[in-house]
């Protein structure tokens, strides 16, 4: 029986990784949630874990008192976090959302854990640090986003060095098609009306920003060692084909599928291993038919924003990254509006593009100070960017 460790597991990720666990059989040791604590008590009482980690250690008590009757071992904290995250297991699933996920990643990676990573912010936050760790400690990182699960899964029983191009598929979020001056008095409301996908409200902001294709552009670089000239995004506004890849030969492998999360959850977890997954089969003939279409970078500036850190490297990637969390919380809490995320993203990129830092707290620092940038600047209303 295959042994968990779940990070992340009230949110839309990790509820579903709950299920799959389920379904196979597989134990869940260790769980950890942000704040949910009556969630994550429910879900303890469920699965039965060795031990539960609230990050806020001012939930601590309160977490202890939920669960008094039973003989789970109640923490909390940064730096439990990491020691749950460092627990002797089969495999890790980091589903915490954000660049708090990054510490979580390093320590399991340090333990020698192998590595569900849906916390696409540790490779854009970290990326060299983190791959460079994962070689040294001979680590195993699977992706359990559904568009580099489906590139890994296209790449299975490729030879070494055939990939020429990765085709990496966005649906384009409820704003496609609209330009500019149309999204200057979006709500909140519109931007989490996605389209096709059940998500947390951060990423499907992001999604509706383009950012999120941004940054899985970033993370596509580090996971499968190219340039970001060898990744094209193109708009699929069905979420059937989850990305593609074009080979040497010119060959073109695509991953298809019903746009459930349950199915890249589950062969991370499976991995090498493919078993029956409870989703609904895809019907192509109901379907009908596939589109394409070329991203709007003119309207939607986070995707080039990105791409460009990526080309520049070294801590800008990860700056994007915190300047758009702390943009897309502004935006969600009604302090700015939908179009000022960009904005902010870019101010912050060059306000800190000289810096060079090479280490994971030196990083978090600098993140930390990034977001208080971008939340002065934005409760000021002092945006320069046109």
Known sequence: MKQIVLLGSTGSIGTQTIEVCLQHHYQIVGLSAGSNIRLLAEQARLLKPKTVCVAREDLRSDLQALLADTDISVTAGKEALCDLAATSCDVVLNAVVGMAGLPLTMAAIGAGNTLALANKE???????????????????ILPVDSEHSAIFQCLQGCPEKSLQKIILTASGGPFFGKKREELTKVTVADALAHPNWS?????????????????????????FDVSPDQIEVVVQRESIIHSAVELTDRSVIAQMGVPDMKIPIQYALTYPERMICDVKPLDLISLGRITFAKPDTQTFRCLDLCVNAMRRGGILPGVANAANEEAVAMFLAGKIGFLEIADLVEEAMTKFSSLQIETVPGRMALYHEVRSFVHEKAASGHIIID
């Open 199 to 223: 998500m947390g409200q951060k990423i499907t902001v992001d999604s509706a920003t383009l950012m999120n294709k941004g940054l899985e552009v970033i993370e596509a670089c580090h996971l």
């Open 122 to 140: 540790s490779l854009v936050a970290g990326g060299e640090l983190v791959m460079e760790a994962a070689k040294k400690n001979r680590v195993s």
